[in-house]
Antibody, heavy 125, light 108 residues
Framework: QVQLQQWGAGLLKPSETLSLTCAVY????????WIWIRQPPGKGLEWIGE???????NYNPSLKSRVTISVDASKSQFSLNLSSVTAADTAVYYC???????????????????WGQGTLVTVSS | SSELTQDPAVSVALGQTVRITCQGDSLRRYYASWYQQKPGQAPVLVIY???NRPSGIPDRFSGSTSGNTASLTITGAQAEDEADYYC???????????FGGGTKLTVL
């Protein structure tokens, strides 16, 4: 049974750095990309970025200048750092596992079946 | 464009069929996945790939794609289906994951 368990500070001041870690249990860490997604209160989902076991990353261009996603494959963990936070970064942050299928037809599919429990991060002075 | 567009709100009478749509250029090459989210909970995957349901998702949920539009259909909506629904895909040209803005489903 795949489980993602995440933790990190829930209250930050403006200009501080958000740090969250997600531990993966019951899944092959090497076979997937691992994702961070956030959801501001009352709003929709926003993809932050992704990483694989070897540290290859992709980031949302809107956050790229402030985001670092890192991995510790020996512990089956990956982490999110978001620098210089403001009130606009207040959100529930989720980690998740990316599944991907590529067909010879050229079509592909990606989906997130396993999610962490979510961490509410509030940025307030 | 990397956007996915969803209707903000849809309603359905109990037991009737409802279709929630998601439009975007990325859907011409990527199958959408669909997530159900109830208040205070993490999103739950309900449909993925061509039209697959994870274990535990009722068979009243189904998915389809035509052109640049993906659809989530609930056949015989139940009260417990009232939730926000999000579609998701990837913009391969920009190499980023995109979500629709979400559709709030009300079961009357």
């Amino acid at each position: 049974q795949v489980q993602l368990q995440q933790w990190g500070a829930g209250l930050l001041k403006p200009s501080e750095t958000l740090s969250l870690t997600c531990a993966v249990y019951g899944a092959s860490f090497r076979d997937y990309y691992w994702i961070w997604i956030r959801q501001p209160p009352g709003k929709g989902l926003e993809w932050i970025g992704e990483i694989n076991h070897s540290g290859s990353t992709n980031y949302n261009p809107s956050l790229k200048s402030r985001v670092t996603i890192s991995v510790d494959a020996s512990k089956s963990q990956f982490s999110l750092n978001l620098s210089s936070v403001t009130a606009a970064d207040t959100a529930v942050y989720y980690c998740a596992r990316r599944n991907r299928v590529v067909y010879t037809s050229g079509w592909s599919a990606e989906y997130f079946q396993h999610w962490g429990q979510g961490t509410l991060v509030t940025v307030s002075s | 464009s990397s956007e996915l567009t969803q209707d903000p709100a849809v309603s359905v009478a109990l037991g009737q069929t409802v279709r929630i749509t998601c439009q975007g250029d990325s859907l011409r090459r990527y199958y959408a996945s669909w997530y159900q989210q109830k208040p205070g909970q993490a999103p739950v995957l309900v449909i993925y790939d061509k039209n697959n349901r994870p274990s535990g998702i009722p068979d009243r949920f189904s998915g389809s794609t035509s052109g640049n539009t993906a659809s989530l259909t609930i056949t015989g909506a139940q009260a417990e289906d009232e939730a926000d629904y999000y579609c998701n895909s990837r913009d391969s040209s920009a190499n980023l994951v995109v979500f629709g803005g979400g559709t709030k489903l009300t079961v009357l």
